[in-house]
Each structure stands twice: as C-alpha cells, then as structure tokens.
C-alpha cells in the first residue's frame, strides 16, 4: 500500500487503513488474467483471484457473489447494458467491496471491526462480518429510520446510534477506529479492490473488451473508484486498449464534485446540501472526492446533476420496465437517460443498478403517495 500524500508504502497485511502522515493509502498491484483458468472457474467475482489483493493460502468470506447479468435495457429510445448488481446477497454492489475487505481482515487475524454508515456499505460490512464470525459494530447517525436499521441488525451487528449530521457519525468512528480495524468503504482500499470486479465482469461479459463509456453514482465513489481502478489494470495487463469515458452522476441537491469539476478547483471541505430521494449518493464531504474528480477528467468523461424529478421518474420508468430498484439507484439512471439522449448510435454505454428496491420500502410507500 502506498500513501498518495507522502509516498511512505506499507506491507499488503499491515492493519493500517491510513498513512501515519494521514493521507489515502491505495493499492499497486500487478493484476493478472489468465483467461483460461478464469473462464474455466465458477461465475463469481472470486474468479479473478489473482487481480485481487488477498493471500491465496487465505480461504475468502464468500457467497459466490457476483457475475450479475449485463442485461440491454431500452434508455432514451436505444440500447444499453445495465448491470443488475442490486441482486448481490445484501442488495447492493457493496458486497463486492465487503467480500475482499472483510476477507483480507480475517487473514490478517483481525477479531472486531467497526464501519459507519447508515445504509448498504454497513449492511454488506456486516453479512460478511456474520460470516467471518468477526465482531462488528456500524455507527449510524441517530435519525436513521428503523427500516434501514433492521437489515443491519439481523446479521447481528452492533448499532452506535450517534446524534447529529451524517459527518458527526463519521467523526465517531474515528475515535472507534483508533482501537479497532476500521472497515471503512471509504477509507480502506481493500473495499476498492472488490468493487473494481465490476469492471473485469462487464469486460468479459462483452467478451474481453471495455465499454466505450460507464454512466455511474458518485457520492464517496466506491465504485466509480474501483471501476477506474478495474479499468486501468484491465489496460496495463493489455487485456484492453482504453478506459472507458465515466460519465459520474450527483444528486443536484448534493453534489460537490460535480461544482468542483466544473470550476476546476479541488472540492470544498464543507459544502451545504439540500436533501434528496438519492440519500445514498448525499455525501457532502467525500474523503476521496480529489482522486474521484481526477479519474473523470483523466478518463475524458463528465458530470451530470440531476435533479429531484428526474430521479423520481427514472425510478418510475425502470419499475414499469420490470425493475424495482432503491431511489438512490434512479439517480444514476437519470442521469444515464440524459447522456444516452445525446450520445452517438454506435457507442457501447454500460450502467448499473445500484441497490435493490426492499431495501427502501419507506420511502417507496412515500413516492407512491403522490
Ligand atoms: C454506495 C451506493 C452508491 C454509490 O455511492 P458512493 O458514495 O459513490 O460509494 C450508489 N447507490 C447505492 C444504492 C449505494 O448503496
Ligand atoms: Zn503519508
């Protein structure tokens, strides 16, 4: 692991989840893909076990999760693929980051891990927790509402209900995180080097070759992170040519990389939000937001806003269509709907459904309302 603000490196199974200066630790890996011994392994993310950062004398914290269908969806009048990772076990993509995270702490003998996060990331860390019998407590801030809690709870987590903003509850764990492994998705990089199977998937699904461009969420950008991370090993194996272009779509109402993008300055520590149906994404201040503008521009890609009614008629369209999925995830689809308005007949655009829809029946019952 290498520091990206000192350059110090650490040992691979060193339990640091930051660098002592307190910079972002990222991985440098030499990814392999012997497609044969790839192709002829069972359909999981777990296929790609020399890509991926974990000892192989290590058995993985698995459920054979991953490889989820690339299914053509119409959008805008044409064609694009839209990989349905809210059927991973916990119902969001976040199981890909948790298997390799949470695998990499029990090789590495860790007994209890704390994680903040009121939604998906607390619920993949636990399920992988459960099955790695390691103890695990999820900050949440106290307003969270029950329904996103029980989740969380049945894989028998412990909950520390923490009063304030969502970045009160990020400071908590820090505190926590000083005596026990901080399972971070934002912070620990193992978390990125599972979501980064979701680039290798969609390159195999189109049979070894990358997309022309992603459309994606970006709050913390747990995956549009890992996706450039998949993408550029992808290129370096000279498995693939380019990376994709990576379109990243923000909430109007929260999007502070997007504003940092377009006026080409760093993002601001402190940025006021107003609320959204995509609470998923609201992240108001992304630990990695400078590494995430980066990769946009670097990639040739953009930032789209979209706006309230958008996210909720996208979030009707795709239920009409037959897929019920999480508000937070109709952000990426509207999004996905502008840019395919414009984009050229021949371009191969890849996006993702997030999360799945039983993971914010409260909310469905209020959309439905009106
Ligand atoms: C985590 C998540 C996202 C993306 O969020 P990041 O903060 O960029 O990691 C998008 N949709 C859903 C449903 C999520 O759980
Ligand atoms: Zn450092």
Redesign the pocket.
Known sequence: MVCTACGRDYALDDPVWKCLCGGLLDIELDARFPREQIEARKPTMWRYREAIPVGHEHPVVTFDEGFTPLLPVEIAGRRVLIKQDHLLPTG?Y?DRGASVLISKARSMGVKRVVEDSS???GCAIAAYCAAAQIECAIYVPSDTSPGKLAHISAYGATLQKIPGSREDTAHAVLAAAARDYYAS?SWNPFFFHGTKTWAFEVCEQLGWKAPDTIVL????????LGAYIGFNELVCAEVTEGVPKIVAVQAANCNPLSVAFRRAVEPRLTFEQRETLAE??A?AEPVRGKQIVDAVRWSGGTFIDVTEEEIESAWREMGRKGFYI?P??AATIAGLIRYAAGASPDEVIVSVF??HGLKSTEKTLKLLDH
């Open positions: 969001s976040k939604g998906n990331a998705h969420p970006v709050g913390n950008g747990t995956l549009l998923g994404i992240i999480e937070t995830s997030t999360g």
